[in-house]
């Protein structure tokens, strides 16, 4: 079992940027893909970001390549999204997620532990 706590959103004027942070606890000896997904008002849950134990390897959706970048921080635990040139479309609930195996899907459904989200609103 882990557990996340994601933290740093809030609201931001278009253009800014904000860096968010998910901490994992339990059993972080594990190897875990993490990952960050977004879900706005009416929308299915989106894939953002996710970044493989197995090398560091990351992948970004389309979407967002350019302006967000995953990172993580093995001996805190945590994994950051940073979010560059923000827009009111980037507006959401950005959750943090963590699955066993190397494979940074974009499927929310193949991820087992997810924190409890963190609000991102970005004011045009």
């Known amino acids: 079992q882990v557990q996340l706590v994601e933290s740093g959103g809030g609201l931001v004027r278009t253009g800014g940027s904000l860096r968010l942070s998910c901490l994992a606890s339990?059993?972080?000896?594990?190897?875990?893909?993490m990952a960050w997904f977004r879900e706005a008002p009416g929308k299915e849950r989106e894939f953002v970001a996710a970044?493989?134990?197995?090398?560091?390897?990351?992948n970004t959706a389309d979407s967002v390549k350019g302006r967000f970048t995953i990172s993580r921080d093995g001996a805190k635990s945590t994994v950051y999204l940073q979010i560059n040139s923000l827009k009111p479309e980037d507006t959401a609930v950005y959750y943090c997620?963590?699955?066993?195996?190397?494979?940074?899907?974009?499927?929310?459904?193949?991820?087992?532990?997810w924190g409890q989200g963190t609000q991102v609103t970005v004011s045009s």
């Open positions: 997620t963590a699955r066993l195996g190397s494979n940074g899907s974009p499927n929310p459904g193949e991820y087992e532990y």
């Open positions: 339990g059993r972080t000896d594990r190897k875990y893909t």
């Open positions: 970044s493989s134990w197995l090398g560091g390897g990351t």
